[in-house]
């Protein structure tokens, strides 16, 4: 099984810059995943990285390192828009289903 | 437009009776999955199906049901046997072959309340 921890909260300033922490523990690892949910609406798919380094894709960056168990999420420039859920999911070894945090609401403020 | 549909959106159903909510997929993806999230809380898989008539339980199968009798299609019923039904139900596909992510799309999920 799967164990993910990240912050349940996390408030910023618009422009500024936020850093979303996420641990976990595995029977298995086949890559980590990071999605955007709006209140009541659906995730989406944000990042995902498999191999240790920093993966950068516009105002977002992810990071992992496998033998620490810990990943980031970045969010650069912050916009009201990024107000959200963001969920940490790790996908075990040997199929294809996720294990997911809890999820870090982040709140931005202008 | 490829993409996954859920309906409905809005669920009440009486204490007691069984609900089957639809997921309908045309991205020809290969696996899908159900989740239910409670507020505050992350998703949790009920049941996943990585191929037509195959089908295997998540972490909180009690009280659900599944069928996959088509590659596109994957309902789940909710059955009386569900202590706590009330929740959003959110159901995923993904690839499960070929090089990248094989993210997980999701579909716009159905809030059912049990009265």
């Known amino acids: 099984g799967q164990n993910i921890d990240q912050p349940t909260e996390m408030t910023a300033t618009e422009g500024a810059i936020v850093q979303i922490n996420c641990t976990y523990q595995?029977?298995?690892?086949?890559?980590l995943f990071w999605y955007q949910q709006h209140a009541g609406e659906a995730p989406t798919f944000l990042s995902y990285?498999?191999?240790?380094g920093l993966e950068e894709k516009g105002r977002f960056s992810s990071f992992l390192s496998r033998s620490k168990g810990y990943s980031y999420l970045l969010l650069k420039e912050l916009q009201m828009k990024d107000s959200a859920s963001y969920l940490c999911?790790?996908?075990?070894?040997?199929?294809?289903?996720?294990?997911f945090g809890a999820g870090t609401t982040v709140t931005v403020r202008a | 437009d490829g993409g996954i549909t859920q309906s409905p959106k809005y669920l009440f159903r009486k204490e007691g009776q069984n609900v089957t909510l639809s997921c309908e997929q045309n991205l020809n993806h290969d696996a899908m999955y159900w989740y239910r999230q409670d507020p505050g809380q992350g998703l949790r898989l009920i049941y996943y199906s990585q191929i037509v008539n195959d089908f295997q339980k998540g972490d909180i199968a009690e009280g659900y049901s599944v069928s996959r009798e088509k590659k596109e299609s994957f309902p789940l019923t909710v059955t009386s046997a569900q202590k706590n039904p009330t929740a959003f139900y959110l159901c995923a596909s993904s690839w499960t072959s070929g090089r990248g992510p094989n993210e997980q799309f999701f579909g716009p999920g159905t809030r059912l309340t049990v009265l």
């Open positions: 990285n498999v191999l240790d």
């Open positions: 999911a790790v996908r075990d070894r040997n199929d294809y289903k996720l294990s």
């Open positions: 595995t029977s298995g690892f086949n890559g």
